[in-house]
Protein backbone atom coordinates (compact mmCIF):
# COMPACT_ATOMS: atom_id res chain seq x y z
CA UNK A 1 0.00 0.00 0.00
CA UNK A 2 1.87 3.13 -1.31
CA UNK A 3 -0.77 5.39 -2.76
CA UNK A 4 -4.46 5.89 -1.49
CA UNK A 5 -7.09 8.10 -2.80
CA UNK A 6 -9.84 9.32 -0.87
CA UNK A 7 -12.99 10.32 -2.17
CA UNK A 8 -14.70 12.95 -0.42
CA UNK A 9 -11.70 14.38 1.88
CA UNK A 10 -13.05 17.43 2.94
CA UNK A 11 -15.71 16.02 5.16
CA UNK A 12 -15.39 15.16 8.94
CA UNK A 13 -14.83 11.79 8.48
CA UNK A 14 -12.64 12.46 5.00
CA UNK A 15 -10.15 14.71 7.25
CA UNK A 16 -9.39 12.29 9.75
CA UNK A 17 -8.76 9.19 7.31
CA UNK A 18 -6.35 12.09 5.35
CA UNK A 19 -4.70 12.50 9.03
CA UNK A 20 -4.65 9.08 9.09
CA UNK A 21 -3.32 7.97 5.98
CA UNK A 22 -0.75 10.61 6.04
CA UNK A 23 0.26 9.04 8.90
CA UNK A 24 0.99 5.91 7.61
CA UNK A 25 3.51 7.67 4.94
CA UNK A 26 0.65 7.08 2.07
CA UNK A 27 0.83 9.26 -0.87
CA UNK A 28 -2.53 10.76 -0.60
CA UNK A 29 -5.16 12.03 -3.36
CA UNK A 30 -8.29 13.34 -2.18
CA UNK A 31 -11.32 13.92 -4.01
CA UNK A 32 -13.97 16.92 -2.85
CA UNK A 33 -16.08 19.47 -3.90
CA UNK A 34 -14.59 22.62 -5.30
CA UNK A 35 -16.29 24.76 -2.77
CA UNK A 36 -14.88 22.57 0.23
CA UNK A 37 -11.18 22.55 -1.21
CA UNK A 38 -9.82 25.61 1.27
CA UNK A 39 -11.23 22.67 4.10
CA UNK A 40 -7.86 21.10 3.24
CA UNK A 41 -5.85 23.78 3.50
CA UNK A 42 -3.99 21.78 6.92
CA UNK A 43 -2.93 19.55 4.29
CA UNK A 44 -2.26 21.16 1.08
CA UNK A 45 1.61 20.56 0.87
CA UNK A 46 1.13 16.68 1.52
CA UNK A 47 -1.46 15.88 -0.79
CA UNK A 48 -2.53 15.98 -4.23
CA UNK A 49 -6.35 17.62 -4.66
CA UNK A 50 -8.68 16.72 -7.28
CA UNK A 51 -11.64 19.21 -6.78
CA UNK A 52 -14.88 17.56 -8.26
CA UNK A 53 -17.73 16.08 -7.17
CA UNK A 54 -17.17 12.35 -5.89
CA UNK A 55 -19.70 10.86 -8.52
CA UNK A 56 -17.73 12.86 -11.34
CA UNK A 57 -16.87 9.82 -13.29
CA UNK A 58 -14.10 11.27 -15.49
CA UNK A 59 -12.70 12.79 -11.76
CA UNK A 60 -12.91 9.60 -9.62
CA UNK A 61 -11.14 8.35 -12.97
CA UNK A 62 -8.12 10.58 -12.45
CA UNK A 63 -8.44 10.51 -9.07
CA UNK A 64 -8.02 6.86 -8.36
CA UNK A 65 -5.33 6.04 -11.41
CA UNK A 66 -2.56 4.28 -9.93
CA UNK A 67 -4.04 4.04 -6.51
CA UNK A 68 -3.36 0.80 -4.18
CA UNK A 69 -6.57 1.88 -2.07
CA UNK A 70 -9.21 3.67 -2.43
CA UNK A 71 -11.46 5.01 0.98
CA UNK A 72 -14.55 6.49 -0.22
CA UNK A 73 -17.34 8.11 1.94
CA UNK A 74 -20.69 7.12 0.82
CA UNK A 75 -23.45 10.06 1.33
CA UNK A 76 -26.45 9.99 0.71
CA UNK A 77 -27.07 13.45 -0.39
CA UNK A 78 -29.74 14.71 -2.59
CA UNK A 79 -31.36 12.92 -4.91
CA UNK A 80 -29.49 12.57 -8.26
CA UNK A 81 -28.42 9.20 -7.44
CA UNK A 82 -24.90 10.27 -5.57
CA UNK A 83 -23.93 7.34 -3.65
CA UNK A 84 -24.73 4.79 -6.08
CA UNK A 85 -22.91 6.82 -8.70
CA UNK A 86 -19.73 7.47 -6.87
CA UNK A 87 -19.61 4.05 -5.56
CA UNK A 88 -19.74 3.00 -9.16
CA UNK A 89 -17.05 5.12 -10.52
CA UNK A 90 -15.18 3.24 -7.98
CA UNK A 91 -16.12 0.43 -8.52
CA UNK A 92 -15.58 0.84 -12.75
CA UNK A 93 -12.06 3.05 -12.48
CA UNK A 94 -9.92 1.50 -9.20
CA UNK A 95 -7.05 -0.66 -10.07
CA UNK A 96 -7.76 -4.14 -10.61
CA UNK A 97 -5.92 -4.82 -6.96
CA UNK A 98 -6.73 -1.97 -5.51
CA UNK A 99 -8.38 -2.13 -1.95
CA UNK A 100 -11.95 -0.38 -1.90
CA UNK A 101 -13.12 1.02 1.46
CA UNK A 102 -16.27 2.29 1.64
CA UNK A 103 -18.51 4.18 4.64
CA UNK A 104 -21.73 3.66 5.66
CA UNK A 105 -24.06 3.36 8.74
CA UNK A 106 -25.52 0.27 10.35
CA UNK A 107 -28.80 0.85 8.81
CA UNK A 108 -26.98 -1.30 5.86
CA UNK A 109 -27.79 -4.92 5.85
CA UNK A 110 -25.67 -7.59 3.71
CA UNK A 111 -27.75 -10.61 4.24
CA UNK A 112 -30.67 -9.10 5.88
CA UNK A 113 -29.43 -10.64 9.28
CA UNK A 114 -29.02 -7.29 11.26
CA UNK A 115 -31.48 -6.88 14.41
CA UNK A 116 -32.43 -3.09 14.91
CA UNK A 117 -33.48 -0.72 17.51
CA UNK A 118 -36.87 1.32 17.28
CA UNK A 119 -34.73 4.19 17.57
CA UNK A 120 -32.54 2.82 14.01
CA UNK A 121 -35.74 1.76 12.78
CA UNK A 122 -37.89 5.18 12.80
CA UNK A 123 -34.81 7.17 11.76
CA UNK A 124 -34.64 4.85 8.33
CA UNK A 125 -37.95 4.29 7.69
CA UNK A 126 -39.75 7.78 8.93
CA UNK A 127 -37.29 10.57 9.11
CA UNK A 128 -35.54 8.82 6.41
CA UNK A 129 -38.96 9.00 4.25
CA UNK A 130 -39.26 12.49 5.05
CA UNK A 131 -35.61 13.26 4.06
CA UNK A 132 -35.91 12.07 0.70
CA UNK A 133 -39.58 13.45 0.08
CA UNK A 134 -38.52 16.77 0.79
CA UNK A 135 -35.28 16.08 -1.61
CA UNK A 136 -32.44 16.30 1.37
CA UNK A 137 -31.45 12.59 1.58
CA UNK A 138 -31.72 9.17 -0.46
CA UNK A 139 -31.23 6.05 1.88
CA UNK A 140 -32.60 4.46 -0.23
CA UNK A 141 -29.33 5.27 -2.93
CA UNK A 142 -27.27 4.35 -0.16
CA UNK A 143 -28.77 1.04 -0.21
CA UNK A 144 -28.29 0.86 -3.54
CA UNK A 145 -24.72 2.09 -3.72
CA UNK A 146 -23.81 -0.89 -1.54
CA UNK A 147 -26.27 -3.22 -3.46
CA UNK A 148 -23.51 -3.31 -6.04
CA UNK A 149 -20.33 -3.28 -3.96
CA UNK A 150 -21.84 -6.17 -2.09
CA UNK A 151 -22.11 -7.54 -6.09
CA UNK A 152 -18.81 -6.52 -7.47
CA UNK A 153 -16.00 -9.21 -7.32
CA UNK A 154 -13.42 -6.45 -6.57
CA UNK A 155 -11.46 -6.28 -3.36
CA UNK A 156 -14.00 -4.47 -1.33
CA UNK A 157 -14.85 -3.30 2.60
CA UNK A 158 -18.45 -1.86 3.31
CA UNK A 159 -17.25 -0.60 7.20
CA UNK A 160 -20.75 0.40 9.20
CA UNK A 161 -20.45 3.37 11.81
CA UNK A 162 -22.38 3.18 14.30
CA UNK A 163 -23.92 6.53 15.71
CA UNK A 164 -20.71 9.04 16.00
CA UNK A 165 -19.17 11.39 18.57
CA UNK A 166 -16.36 13.49 18.37
CA UNK A 167 -13.06 13.38 20.69
CA UNK A 168 -9.42 12.20 21.05
CA UNK A 169 -8.81 8.71 19.35
CA UNK A 170 -9.50 5.50 21.95
CA UNK A 171 -8.44 3.24 19.33
CA UNK A 172 -8.96 0.83 16.86
CA UNK A 173 -13.14 -0.25 16.68
CA UNK A 174 -14.15 -3.35 17.68
CA UNK A 175 -16.54 -4.92 14.92
CA UNK A 176 -18.99 -7.83 14.47
CA UNK A 177 -21.14 -9.36 11.63
CA UNK A 178 -24.14 -8.04 12.59
CA UNK A 179 -26.23 -5.25 13.71
CA UNK A 180 -27.84 -6.41 17.50
CA UNK A 181 -24.53 -8.64 18.33
CA UNK A 182 -23.82 -8.12 21.78
CA UNK A 183 -20.37 -6.31 21.38
CA UNK A 184 -22.27 -3.26 19.76
CA UNK A 185 -24.81 -2.89 22.06
CA UNK A 186 -23.16 0.90 22.64
CA UNK A 187 -23.76 2.63 19.49
CA UNK A 188 -21.03 4.67 19.52
CA UNK A 189 -17.89 5.17 18.19
CA UNK A 190 -15.81 8.40 17.42
CA UNK A 191 -15.06 9.72 14.45
CA UNK A 192 -11.26 10.21 14.60
CA UNK A 193 -11.74 6.30 15.17
CA UNK A 194 -13.84 5.02 12.62
CA UNK A 195 -11.92 6.75 10.29
CA UNK A 196 -8.51 4.81 11.90
CA UNK A 197 -10.60 1.63 11.24
CA UNK A 198 -10.89 2.55 7.07
CA UNK A 199 -7.34 3.11 6.50
CA UNK A 200 -6.33 0.22 8.73
CA UNK A 201 -9.27 -2.16 6.55
CA UNK A 202 -6.74 -0.83 3.70
CA UNK A 203 -3.94 -3.68 4.85
CA UNK A 204 -5.87 -6.17 6.60
CA UNK A 205 -7.30 -9.18 4.24
CA UNK A 206 -9.47 -10.73 6.76
CA UNK A 207 -11.99 -7.86 6.09
CA UNK A 208 -11.94 -8.26 2.09
CA UNK A 209 -15.95 -9.05 0.91
CA UNK A 210 -17.31 -8.14 4.62
CA UNK A 211 -19.37 -5.66 5.83
CA UNK A 212 -18.30 -5.10 9.87
CA UNK A 213 -20.18 -3.22 12.03
CA UNK A 214 -17.95 -1.24 14.25
CA UNK A 215 -18.00 0.14 17.89
CA UNK A 216 -15.96 2.38 20.13
CA UNK A 217 -13.41 -0.12 21.46
CA UNK A 218 -13.73 1.58 25.37
CA UNK A 219 -17.06 1.26 24.97
CA UNK A 220 -18.94 -0.75 27.64
CA UNK A 221 -20.88 -2.90 25.43
CA UNK A 222 -17.57 -3.83 23.47
CA UNK A 223 -15.33 -3.88 26.89
CA UNK A 224 -17.65 -6.54 28.29
CA UNK A 225 -17.31 -8.83 25.38
CA UNK A 226 -14.49 -8.51 23.62
N1 LIG B 1 -23.27 11.17 11.03
C1 LIG B 1 -23.46 10.02 11.63
O1 LIG B 1 -23.95 9.95 12.77
C2 LIG B 1 -23.07 8.72 10.95
C3 LIG B 1 -23.33 7.52 11.61
C4 LIG B 1 -22.93 6.34 11.01
C5 LIG B 1 -22.29 6.34 9.80
N2 LIG B 1 -22.08 7.52 9.16
C6 LIG B 1 -21.40 7.48 7.86
O2 LIG B 1 -20.19 8.18 8.00
C7 LIG B 1 -19.82 8.75 6.78
C8 LIG B 1 -19.49 10.21 7.00
O3 LIG B 1 -20.62 10.88 7.48
P1 LIG B 1 -20.54 12.12 8.46
O4 LIG B 1 -21.93 12.35 8.95
O5 LIG B 1 -19.48 11.90 9.46
O6 LIG B 1 -20.24 13.33 7.52
P2 LIG B 1 -18.90 13.92 6.92
O7 LIG B 1 -17.74 13.09 7.29
O8 LIG B 1 -18.83 15.34 7.28
O9 LIG B 1 -19.13 13.77 5.38
C9 LIG B 1 -20.07 14.46 4.68
C10 LIG B 1 -19.62 14.45 3.24
O10 LIG B 1 -20.68 14.83 2.40
C11 LIG B 1 -20.26 15.91 1.56
N3 LIG B 1 -21.41 16.76 1.31
C12 LIG B 1 -22.03 17.56 2.17
N4 LIG B 1 -23.08 18.17 1.56
C13 LIG B 1 -23.09 17.73 0.29
C14 LIG B 1 -23.91 17.99 -0.84
N5 LIG B 1 -24.95 18.81 -0.78
N6 LIG B 1 -23.60 17.37 -2.00
C15 LIG B 1 -22.55 16.53 -2.07
N7 LIG B 1 -21.75 16.24 -1.04
C16 LIG B 1 -22.01 16.84 0.12
C17 LIG B 1 -19.17 16.57 2.34
O11 LIG B 1 -18.34 17.24 1.46
P3 LIG B 1 -17.97 18.79 1.62
O12 LIG B 1 -16.76 18.83 2.49
O13 LIG B 1 -17.73 19.18 0.22
O14 LIG B 1 -19.15 19.49 2.25
C18 LIG B 1 -18.47 15.38 2.99
O15 LIG B 1 -17.56 14.76 2.10
C19 LIG B 1 -20.97 8.48 5.82
O16 LIG B 1 -20.67 7.37 5.02
C20 LIG B 1 -22.13 8.15 6.74
O17 LIG B 1 -23.06 7.28 6.11
C21 LIG B 1 -22.44 8.71 9.72
Known amino acids: MQKVCIIGASGKLGKYMVQHAL ?7 GVCREQSVEKLDPFIDQMTIVPGRTNDRSIVEKAVSGCDGVLTVLVPWGTDNYSSGTAQAVLDFAEPHARLIFSCGWHISRDGKDVYSWKIKFLVNIAGWIAKKVGYVDLDDQVEACDRIFASDTKWTVVRGSDLEEGESQGLPVWSEHVGDPILESNLTRRIDFALFMV ?5 DELIQKAPAIVGCQTPSALAHQ
Open 200 to 204: EALEN
Open 23 to 29: DKGYEVV
